[in-house]
């Protein structure tokens, strides 16, 4: 059982698409975080927010819209992605900035562009 | 530069042998180090961290080692069970002006043979 609830589990969305990704944390954290994971690559950091404002954006292309309106919710907005967007995002959460606290994750959205 | 990199891509055990996964970090200034296991279909999680002004911490069936002398971080999982099979992932924290930053490893395959 995880604290950090990812919807939809799966999504399979055309190039002219507009989907959105949702994270709900249960575990009382004040930061939250958006991944890249893609096949036989590191983890890549998107989005950074602290107590709902954001931190750091890690040179993520515009077609990837973040947004916080709590600290308990994060929801990545995609539209006009292209294929090699397709990935697995992961979204995680810690106490706070990462300093010394281990992040926590859920099971990520397996993102499929056609 | 800023990468975390591991010594073997795949690892294959025995069941009930000690496993033993190793991680090279390339800054000196990462002060936190966590290990995460991440199964099949699963999101990351989080095993064990220790920080720079430690050598050892030791959880249930895993030790972590840091070797700050020549950036080396092991994984030890003693006992090895086939529900160890997974990726692991060592993460280091690049401490900056706001926090910190986790640089994440690309990972190791742990398959344990019954």
């Known amino acids: 059982e995880t604290g950090v609830t990812q919807t939809p589990r799966h999504l399979v969305m055309g190039m002219t698409n507009k989907k959105s990704l949702k994270c709900e944390q249960h575990l009382g954290h004040n930061a939250m975080y958006w991944y890249k994971q893609s096949a036989k690559k590191p983890l890549e950091l998107m989005f950074v927010?602290?107590?709902?404002?954001?931190?750091e954006n890690n040179s993520v292309p515009s077609r990837f819209s973040p947004e916080c309106p709590n600290s308990s919710h994060l929801f990545l907005h995609l539209h006009t992605l292209q294929p090699e967007d397709s990935a697995l995002y992961l979204c995680?959460?810690?106490?706070?900035?990462?300093?010394?606290?281990?992040?926590?994750f859920g099971d990520g959205t397996r993102l499929s562009i056609l | 530069g800023e990468s975390v990199g591991l010594h073997l891509p795949t690892l294959s055990v025995q069941e009930g042998d000690n496993s033993i996964i190793n991680c090279a970090y390339s800054n000196s200034a990462s002060d936190y180090f966590i290990w995460y296991k991440q199964e099949s279909g699963k999101g990351p999680q989080f095993i064990i961290d220790?920080?720079?002004?430690?050598d050892k911490r030791q959880g249930q069936r895993v030790t972590v080692l840091l070797n700050k002398t020549v950036k080396h971080l092991s994984l030890q999982i003693a006992a090895t069970q086939p529900g160890d099979s997974a990726v692991y992932f060592c993460?280091?924290?690049?401490?900056?002006?706001?926090?910190?930053?986790?640089?994440f490893g690309q990972g190791t395959e742990l398959s344990v043979k019954p």
């Open positions: 220790i920080r720079s002004n430690m």
């Open positions: 993460a280091e924290n690049l401490f900056n002006n706001q926090g910190g930053k986790l640089i």
């Open positions: 995680a959460s810690s106490q706070d900035l990462p300093s010394y606290q281990p992040q926590h």
């Open positions: 927010y602290n107590f709902k404002e954001q931190t």
